[in-house]
């Protein structure tokens, strides 16, 4: 759960920290579990340690290591999206680890169109 360092620097800001989809993917145990909403990065393996998710554990455990910010912004119900509530949203702030690497982000949009289209 420690976090390393090995990325992509952080552009001189040491409060921030710019992760790679590489070194998130290590997190996609439920036990050492990181996801990925609006380009930051959450450490939840507490949250799920503890069992404090009404949705069950089971809905975040799929995306340990992953993308999920489709997933939280509709509570993956396919047929009746339905977004987390603001107290939701500012619970994620207390498992803030860092940012996703911003040349990452840009290729993840690409490869999302690319997949869509
Ligand atoms: C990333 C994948 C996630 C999915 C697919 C998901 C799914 C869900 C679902 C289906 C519910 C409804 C439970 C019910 O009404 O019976 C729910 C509620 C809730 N979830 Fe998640 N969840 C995710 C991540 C998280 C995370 C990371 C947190 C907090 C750190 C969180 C906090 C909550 C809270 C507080 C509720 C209660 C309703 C609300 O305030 O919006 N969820 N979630």
Redesign the pocket.
């Known amino acids: 759960m420690a976090l390393s360092l090995d990325v992509q620097g952080n552009n001189g800001n040491s409060s921030v920290v710019d992760l790679s989809l590489a070194e998130i993917g290590k997190y996609n145990a439920s036990s050492d579990c990181w996801?990925i909403?609006d380009d930051k990065v959450?450490d939840?393996s507490e949250?799920l340690k503890f069992y404090?998710?009404?949705?069950?554990n089971d809905?975040?455990t799929?995306?340990c290591g992953k993308e999920?910010t489709n997933?939280?912004q509709?509570?993956?119900?396919m047929r009746k999206p339905?977004?987390?509530?603001?107290?939701?949203?500012t619970?994620?702030d207390?498992?803030y680890v860092g940012d996703l690497a911003k040349c990452l982000k840009y290729f993840s949009w690409l490869a999302i169109w690319l997949v869509r289209r």
Do not use: C, N
């Open positions: 996801i909403v959450y939840v949250y404090l998710h009404p949705g069950e809905a975040i799929p995306y999920a997933a939280f509709t509570q993956d119900r339905k977004d987390h509530s603001g107290y939701a949203w619970m994620l207390d498992y």
